[in-house]
């Protein structure tokens, strides 16, 4: 493939998320060519896609478009699948696999359509090279995301193969983690740069906390990761990847101007989140405590407080949660004063319970739940804390 030439790119995100991936690209210099609630458009070559992969905190999926294309039925699919020149894009000896999403009344399994697409891709790689490319449902390699929308279609190469947020440093979960990259767009909605205290009590894993420092570091997230999909085109070039993985290193920060302090009630949330920190080489910026969050150390200074407590399934957990969300008010109000607190929560009436006056409701979801981080201002001095 040429990895130098440029192409639209689709790049897809968490519902919530779009506007802050649309922030990152622009501050990479990239044009947004088109947006929708989970996704934003781009041009750039397959070269380009290492820094994007690399460096797109809010972003899931990077899509370079390889062919779009009107089709109106299964037949015509199979004969346009195999004008492409798969055996120039698929590795020799290469294993493939085919992501979809099929609303088209011209047939009604979407399986269906990989399989025609698989099929067309796999008898023009024997007819050119004589050999079989394996297939299957694995994404550790070529992954090929194919749409098809009433008469309208797209074949894309994946280019991140798993999804970006698996950013392969939380090696330990803790109870309802918060995927890195929904953690990574909260920290960018606080406006959080490194230059002021963040206070994360009830850290579990420490997504917050990490996905803070990576971001204050201006250290690609997804540094960590070994495997990408752009590794399995042909013609990929490992070091000129690994040349520009290294630059971008390079570039990052060794230091943050202040403290960041993760907590939690429960001793095994704040190992998990120590040895995630370790892995992700920011365990020596966050200073960790276990502890109620109540008793959390608030360093003086205008800084940030952000928690994501449970929320509560079922009708008695709620109940159980009231108290916790009208503490977390007291602590904002009493241990906090210049701060900006921050409460990400699926369940807006346990958020009225903090009894302040939010300033901002940010809308994100978290998978299908639709949540909110709302903001709080805590005034020091004088000024009284708005109440409801
Ligand atoms: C929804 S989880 C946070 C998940 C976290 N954002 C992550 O990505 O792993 C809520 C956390 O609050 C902690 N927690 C519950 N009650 C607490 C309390 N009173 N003080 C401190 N932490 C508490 C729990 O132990 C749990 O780790």
């Known amino acids: 493939m040429k990895f130098d030439l440029k192409a639209p790119v689709q790049i897809s995100t968490f519902r919530g998320l779009a506007p802050y991936l649309e922030q990152e690209l622009a501050a990479l210099g990239f044009p947004i060519i088109a947006k929708t609630h989970t996704s934003v458009e781009t041009e750039a070559t397959l070269t380009q896609t290492f820094e994007l992969n690399l460096r797109l905190r809010t972003a899931l999926n990077i899509l370079f478009l390889l062919k779009q294309f009107r089709c109106k039925n299964p037949a015509q699919l199979s004969c346009i699948v195999a004008t492409l020149p798969w055996e120039n894009i698929i590795p020799a000896g290469g294993y493939f696999t085919i992501v979809n999403r099929v609303e088209t ?42 749409f098809w929308n009433k008469d309208d279609a797209w074949l894309y190469v994946n280019t991140s193969g798993e999804k970006l947020s698996d950013r392969n440093y939380r090696k330990n ?46 250290r690609p997230p997804a540094f960590l990761r070994m495997n990408f999909g752009f590794m399995h085109l042909s013609g990929f070039s490992l070091p000129e990847y690994e040349t520009r993985r290294q630059v971008l290193l390079k570039e990052a920060r060794k230091k943050i101007a202040a403290p960041i302090i993760a907590s939690d009630i429960d001793p095994n949330a704040v190992r998990a989140a120590q040895k995630n920190a370790m892995t992700a080489g920011v365990d020596h910026l966050i200073e960790f405590k276990t502890c109620d969050f109540a008793q959390t150390p608030v360093p003086p200074g205008n800084g940030i407080v952000v928690l994501n407590p449970e929320y509560g399934e079922r009708l008695g957990e709620q109940k159980e949660l009231e108290g916790t969300y009208k503490r977390i008010g007291d602590f904002f109000k009493q241990s906090c004063p210049g701060y900006t607190g921050y409460v990400f929560t699926g369940n807006l009436e346990l958020a009225k319970k903090v009894g302040l006056h939010p300033k901002s409701k940010t809308p994100f979801w978290n998978a299908k739940i639709e949540c909110r981080l709302f903001s709080y201002e805590l005034y020091s001095g004088s000024r009284d804390v708005a109440e409801k």
């Open 105 to 146: 009344p011209s047939i009604d399994n979407s399986m269906f359509a990989s399989l025609k697409v698989k099929d067309a891709i796999v008898d023009r790689i024997m007819a050119k090279t004589g050999a079989r490319p394996d297939s299957g449902s694995e994404r550790g390699r070529t992954v090929l995301n194919f």
């Open 173 to 218: 979960p803790h109870s309802a983690p918060l995927r890195e990259n929904l953690a990574s767009g909260i920290i960018m909605e606080t406006g959080y740069d490194g230059s002021q205290p963040l206070v994360c009590p009830m850290c579990g894993s420490g997504t917050l906390p990490i996905e803070a420092a990576l971001l204050a570091l201006k």
